[in-house]
C-alpha cells in the first residue's frame, strides 16, 4: 500500500469513531431562545452545552450493551 494510504485510512477510522459515539451518547445538547433586541426585535440564539460525562459513560458502558444484543438475539 501507499505510505499515505494506511495512516490517513487510520485516522479516518478514529475521527469516524470519534463521531459516531459523539453523536450517539448525546454530548452535545442545544437549547433555542428567542428574545428581544433593543429595537424590538426578535432574535433567535443557540446555545451548546457539551456533556462530556456522557461520552464517557457511552465508551464505559460498550460491553454491556454488546452483551445484550447477543443475548437479546
Not at 462530556?52 to 464505559?60: G, K
Amino acid at each position: 500500500m501507499h505510505v499515505f494510504f494506511k495512516p490517513a485510512l487510520i485516522l479516518f477510522f478514529f475521527i469516524f469513531l470519534f463521531f459516531y459515539i459523539f453523536s450517539n451518547s448525546n454530548t452535545l445538547e442545544t437549547t433555542t431562545e428567542v428574545y428581544q433586541t433593543s429595537t424590538g426585535m426578535p432574535q433567535q440564539r443557540t446555545n451548546y452545552i457539551f456533556h462530556w460525562d456522557r461520552f464517557y459513560d457511552y465508551i464505559v458502558k460498550t460491553p454491556d450493551r454488546i452483551k445484550q444484543s447477543f443475548n437479546g438475539s
